[in-house]
């Protein structure tokens, strides 16, 4: 039995986990569900020893847990898959899995005795794995996400945990996934799931524990819950009934033209013969798995990246170049968006529309103006923060996107992409943005948005594309079920 | 000339490719030493210095060793456990090094007012392979330092590629996260590196002093600490490719004196510049950091 | 100006001292005779002032070099050689400017240092952005090759006329700065470091391509997201800063030393790093720790006069202060790291954020 007693963590600011008690049974699924910033990755990096909590200890079968030691944890039989890929991308997959289980204590390594045992698990599960001596950086992100599985299980653990196993699945792949849980709850181990798909965990577990801003707030065996009610724990009232999809129409003013772009990365084509067309008011979607050529397609529109073919236009060049009439939200807005160590002030000055706004001639930086006009865009986008002059790495995560999103709109764009806008944040944060992106759509903007999140763009999209391998499907209306949108994804049909 | 020419290679080389075996496996667990030629300038003088007032080689060998691994641990306190910046620590330390063993130095060989030296180690011949014609002396008749860095280089190659510590090592230095959440511990393995990388570059300097040459003048090491940190890149972090790097280096060092000798109107002073040109050339043809290990040079520091 | 931002670097220089003291007992010397004796050479008296501020002024220069570079996190090792290729093209071009007015003979004197540094900077710069060849690595061994081109400029093409000594021809007499405090060697050039390290403030702080400087250096890839052209800024930051090491070189050709000697620098370049570290790259208080080193400097020798202390000790106390500076600075003592945990932590230890506060 994995238990958990009174466990408490903080992060500076942040009371993370408050008092939380949790307790898993052999031979069972449980489902640990929660919104974005919930602390459900908190209490399980704890239970893998990867954190120490602040108070209350973790237990298995009794034993406590040594706490912030991932190697106790897997001695003691947990293993985790967490939500970031941990594979090392310039070592081979068997490399990999050698650093796992399979060989013991043992000094030597004997990679065909890795991969003889890989295969083996990997028959018992239904899986298939790359080919021998391929590098897992040319691997897809199903295979990715089998190998880790797969190196988990390796430590033959008593408990498995999985982070958000089934983002990065398409909704063909599924089904399988779910079943192959459940074969391993029948060896009498111990799996929990921590995912914020509350479907899915209706599906699968046997029971379910709800947290809401690092509070336990009920534990409940699934078959005697639902959604509805599983959804009111989560947030804490009713959940507001998803606002139905607006269709906007096409305004005949088109803004942004991709046409036929085709981009190669490491011999590969990331992107191939993409082509579309966004108009004023739109707002159109590009859903698809992560690694299929969404970040390549991001990169190509910065300016980042040379496409090999094809190129983006913009309808109206306008005065100021095409940086004051495409704005764009990156992906991992901590690596890519902001800097962390600099003031809210001179991140907004990253944008490059912004900068050379508040540019004199000579190459000085019109400070004053700058700094009052941070000032001006933190209450107009109601961000929480001291200042202009406050580190952004002071911001919390929710105000931080809020701020590149502030970022980008506030320099009036023609055009906005957005990669993953709504990431990490939780209910509160989400609608907020969204409620910013229709906004911004209504006065006469375009929007792009690429995600991997389904039902945001269901919601939002009038156009919506799905990518996979690098290439765009047009999904009208009448064709947006999870059935077909899955078949898509997965690239099992065009 | 030719036998003379490449003995002194080989000989001027092994310096270099001790401190660049040693760099290897620092940098393939994350860590970039800037502060190798400290090590060496520390390993150089104490080493001497514990032989001189020993009279015992050996002993001096060992002293120079200690010296390196001591500088090194201090740099792992900063660098792994203080997760500093690894540039700027390792500057710190070379400046460091300068000064101490100068001080020292001057302190000790004031007192002394005999000359600072002793008898160095001889070469060891390996029976008739000395005699093969051109590369004979070159190859068989070097002292043990020079036969065990040399040896150590298939050593260490298996033992990166082959082995699970070198896979942990790797592991470190790619994505350190990851091979602390799969139970390893990283600031274990980058400390013990660095403790290697220590003892290696400590036999480079005390080979400076008691080997190669017989004394010690201040900054004897030349940068070769920091031709070593090139040779690394331009060996593509393999040991194989680290060694021919080394030969290269140690044949520009040697060339210097060929070419003084031959008595040539150029003036000696572009010949003293030419190992150091060679690595910049060098650098700049072959010198693309792109397999380099992921990590290197990022501190982790483990929540 | 928060207290901690000067707390820390005087913290770590009484931590240093402290150090330095169990040093010096080591060494059989008297901690408080070599304070003492530091103190009287570098303050004691009219003369040993300005003679501490002489001996600061190309630590301005290198430190400035130094801290321009390191806001970009390009790590420039080399302004020893930055330095001395400035001052080898001045010294160079000095005697030939027989019976050009001052104000003529000193900008071309004060021009061919900077042309001569910012060509040495910037071929480690255009190395780095084309070649993507580690900086650390390149300007340390141009360091080297500066070093011998120096020497064989004054044993050959360069040696002054008689050939007895390895020195140049001296300059001509306009080229050289007034010293106008005599007999100190203080001189007009004080001022222009000065004005100097308020440039590269403004530069730094009011400028657009400061800022972008700043950006690159705290981090690389967002500033390549946002369209801050990296290799141009990485060329240009490079010659730049060996420009201003070049000017320092200049400098001490036309004011201190009127000409050529095989060794210019004892080490000012690596110094400068010191320098610039302890005043966490903010140009304006490299001034004050470039006075401060060079006290420590001045003072040496009274030093060794009075203790036998080596004057190589003042490498020993930089040293420790870098190292001490380092720690302080860490996540265990800063409260910067108070993030929300969800939030991936950039590294931050190996960019500038971590030597300045500003």
């Known amino acids: 039995m994995l238990a958990a007693k009174a466990i408490s963590k903080r992060f500076g600011r942040n009371l993370a986990l408050d008092g939380v008690d949790f307790c898993a049974r052999p031979g069972e699924i449980h489902a640990l569900v929660g919104e974005n910033g919930a602390g459900k990755s908190t209490l399980i990096n704890i239970f893998a020893g990867r954190l120490r909590p602040d108070d209350g200890h973790a237990t298995l079968d009794g034993a406590a847990l040594r706490a912030g030691s991932p190697h106790a944890a897997l001695r003691a039989g947990i293993a985790a898959v967490y939500q970031s890929p941990m594979l090392f991308e310039r070592m081979t997959w068997e490399e990999n899995l050698a650093l796992g289980g399979f060989l013991g204590e043992a000094d030597q390594l004997h990679l065909d005795e890795v991969a003889a045992r890989a295969r083996a698990l990997a028959a018992e599960l239904s899986f298939d794995l790359p080919p021998p001596g391929t590098r897992v950086e040319d691997c897809s992100v199903t295979e990715r996400v089998r190998l880790e599985i797969i190196r988990a299980l390796s430590f033959d653990p008593r408990v498995l945990i999985l982070d958000e196993p089934t983002g990065v699945l398409a909704p063909g792949e599924l089904a399988a996934f779910l079943e192959l849980l459940r074969r391993l709850r029948a060896d009498g181990r111990i799996v929990v799931i921590v995912t914020h798909k509350l479907a899915e965990a209706l599906a699968v577990a046997d029971r379910i524990t709800v947290l809401r801003h690092g509070r336990r707030v009920a534990e409940r065996p699934a078959a005697e819950t639902g959604e509805a009610e599983l959804a009111q724990m989560m947030i804490g009232e009713l959940a507001p009934a998803p606002p139905r999809p607006l269709y906007f129409r096409h305004t005949n003013e088109p803004v942004l033209m991709v046409e036929h772009l085709t981009a190669v990365r490491d011999g590969r084509r990331v992107l191939d013969d993409v082509s579309l067309t966004l108009g004023a008011g739109d707002i159109a979607g590009i859903v698809g798995v992560d690694g299929n050529g969404q970040t390549e397609l991001v990169e190509v529109m910065a300016g980042v990246r040379a496409p090999i073919a094809g190129r983006t236009r913009l309808a109206d060049r306008g005065d100021n170049g095409p940086d004051a009439q495409m704005a764009i939200v990156p992906q991992n807005r901590d690596l890519d968006g902001l800097i962390l160590e600099m003031t809210l002030w001179e991140n907004l000055m990253l944008a490059p529309a912004l900068r050379r706004r508040f540019s004199r001639s000579g190459g000085w930086l019109a400070r004053a103006r700058a700094v009052e006009f941070c000032a001006q865009t933190l209450s107009r986008f109601r961000i929480d923060a001291a200042g202009p002059f406050a580190p952004a790495g002071a911001l919390s995560g929710g105000n931080r996107q809020r701020l590149a999103v502030a970022r980008a709109l506030a320099t009036a764009p023609k055009v906005l992409i957005a990669h993953d806008i709504c990431r990490g944040l939780d209910l509160r944060a989400t609608s907020e943005v969204h409620r910013m992106l229709r906004e911004y759509a209504a006065a006469g903007g375009a929007v792009l948005l690429i995600s991997g999140d389904l039902d945001e763009l269901l919601i939002l999209c009038a156009q919506l594309w799905v990518i996979s391998r690098g290439r765009l499907t047009e999904v009208p209306p009448e064709n947006r079920n999870a059935a077909r949108l899955g078949l898509l994804m997965s690239g099992a049909v065009r | 000339m030719l036998e003379a020419f490449l003995t002194s290679t080989i000989a001027m080389a092994t310096p270099i490719l001790l401190a660049a075996l040693g760099e290897t496996i620092v940098e393939y667990s994350g860590v970039i030493n800037i502060g190798i030629e400290g090590s060496m300038l520390c390993g150089a003088f104490f080493g001497l210095a514990a032989a001189y007032f020993s009279g015992s080689l050996a002993l001096g060998m060992i002293a120079a060793v200690a010296a390196a691994i001591a500088l090194n641990a201090l740099l792992a306190l900063l660098v792994v456990n203080l997760a500093v910046s690894q540039v700027v620590a390792g500057t710190a330390l070379d400046i460091l090094a300068l000064g101490l063993t100068g001080v020292f130095y001057r302190r000790l060989f004031g007192i002394t007012g005999k000359a600072f030296t002793v008898a160095p180690i001889r070469p060891i011949a390996l029976g008739p392979l000395a005699h093969i014609p051109v590369v004979g002396p070159a190859l068989f008749d070097q002292n043990v330092i020079v036969y065990a860095a040399f040896a150590l280089v298939p050593c260490i190659a298996g033992v990166l590629s082959r082995s699970r510590y070198g896979l942990e090592l790797r592991a470190a230095g790619e994505r350190p996260e990851a091979a602390d959440a799969l139970g390893l511990n990283v600031y274990r393995i980058r400390w013990q590196a660095l403790l290697i990388a220590g003892a290696l570059t400590g036999l480079a300097g005390g080979y400076l002093t008691m080997a190669y040459a017989d004394t010690f003048v201040e900054g004897i090491s030349a940068g070769r600490g920091f031709v070593a940190l090139a040779v690394v890149i331009v060996g593509r972090w393999n040991a194989y490719g680290v060694a021919a790097a080394s030969v290269l280096f140690g044949s520009a060092m040697a060339l210097q004196f060929a070419l003084q000798a031959s008595g040539t109107a150029i003036p000696y002073q572009l010949f003293l510049a030419l190992p150091y040109a060679l690595t910049l050339a060098v650098l700049a043809i072959f010198g693309g950091q792109a397999n380099a290990p992921s990590a290197l040079g990022e501190p982790y520091v483990r929540r | ?358």
Request: glycine share 10%; hydrophobic share 60%; proline share 5%.
């Open chain 3, 1 to 358: 100006m928060k207290a901690g931002i000067i707390a820390k670097p005087i913290a770590a220089v009484i931590l240093a001292a402290a150090l330095i003291a169990l040093v010096l007992l080591a060494l059989g010397a008297s901690p408080f005779g070599v304070m003492g004796a530091l103190w009287q050479g570098a303050f004691g008296t009219w003369l040993a002032f300005t003679e501490t501020l002489v001996k600061a002024m190309p630590l301005v220069f290198c430190g400035l070099a130094v801290a321009i570079a390191f806001q970009g996190a390009l790590w420039n090792i080399g302004a020893d050689g930055q330095l001395i290729a400035g001052a080898t093209l001045a010294g160079a071009l000095g005697p030939a400017l027989t019976h050009w007015p001052h104000l003529l003979a000193i900008p071309a004197m004060l021009a061919a240092g900077v042309a001569g540094g910012a060509t040495w900077g910037g071929v480690a710069g255009w190395l780095r952005a084309r070649r993507d060849v580690n900086e650390i690595i390149s300007t340390i061994m141009l360091n080297f090759v500066a070093a011998q081109i120096l020497s064989a400029a004054v044993h050959g093409p360069l040696m002054e006329p008689s050939r007895a000594y390895p020195k140049s021809a001296p300059i001509a007499p306009g080229a050289e700065l007034h010293l106008y405090f005599a007999p100190s060697r203080l001189n007009l050039a004080m001022a222009l470091a000065v004005a100097l390290a308020a440039g590269c403030y403004l530069f730094l702080f009011r400028t657009r391509a400061g800022f972008e400087l700043r950006a690159l250096g705290r981090n690389r890839r967002a500033s390549a997201f946002f369209g801050i052209p990296i290799a141009r800024l990485t060329t240009r930051t490079l010659a730049l800063s060996g420009a201003l090491a070049g000017l320092g070189g200049a400098v001490q050709v036309s004011a201190i030393t009127h000409r050529l000697y095989e060794t210019l620098s004892p080490g000012w370049g690596y110094e400068a790093i010191a320098v610039a570290l302890v005043a966490r790259l903010n140009p304006l208080a490299i001034v004050a720790t470039a006075i401060f080193f060079g006290a420590l400097d001045n003072g040496a020798q009274a030093m060794q006069r009075a203790e036998g202390v080596s004057p190589v000790l003042v490498q020993v106390i930089q040293g420790m202060v870098i190292m001490i500076l380092l720690a302080f600075d860490t996540s265990a003592w800063s409260g910067m790291r108070t993030v929300f945990a969800g939030a991936p932590t950039v590294p931050a230890a190996n960019t500038p954020a971590a030597a300045s506060d500003a």
